[in-house]
Nanobody, 119 residues
C-alpha cells in the first residue's frame, strides 16, 4: 500500500489549503483513512478521520468547524479542506490508512506534507 499526499504549503493566517491523499495497492474495501499532524517537538495527533462505508467522521476539537474531511472511494482518495487556518495549525500532516483483514490489522502512513501558517 502506498499513500501519496499533496497540497501542503505556506499560507497566511485566515487562509485555506486543501490536502489530498491518494492510496494505491491492496487497500481493502473496508477501512478508515485519516489525517494526523505533528508539530516540532510534539507528538503526532489525529486531526480527522473518515470510514470507507460512510458514517460518522471524527474531528479533533481544535479543528472542528474549520476543517472538513471527505473521501472519494472510487479514487481511493481522501481530502482535508482547511479553512480559517491559524499559526497553531503549522505542522507536518500525515495521511493514514487502517484496516483489518483476516484477523490482521494494517496501518499505513504517507510521507507527510508540510503546512505552514504565517501570522
Amino acid at each position: 500500500v502506498q499513500l501519496v499526499e499533496s497540497g501542503g504549503g505556506l499560507v497566511q493566517a485566515g487562509g485555506s489549503l486543501r490536502l489530498s491523499c491518494a492510496a494505491s495497492g491492496s487497500t481493502f474495501s473496508i477501512n478508515v483513512m485519516g489525517w494526523y499532524r505533528q508539530a516540532p517537538g510534539k507528538q503526532r495527533d489525529l486531526v480527522a478521520a473518515i470510514p470507507s462505508g460512510g458514517g460518522s467522521t471524527f474531528y479533533a476539537d481544535s479543528v472542528k468547524g474549520r476543517f472538513t474531511i471527505s473521501r472519494d472511494n472510487a479514487k481511493n482518495t481522501i481530502y482535508l479542506q482547511m479553512n480559517s487556518l491559524k499559526p497553531d495549525d503549522t505542522a507536518v500532516y500525515y495521511c493514514n490508512l487502517k484496516f483489518t483483514a483476516w484477523g490482521t490489522s494494517y496501518d499505513y502512513w504517507g510521507q507527510g506534507t508540510q503546512v505552514t501558517v504565517s501570522s
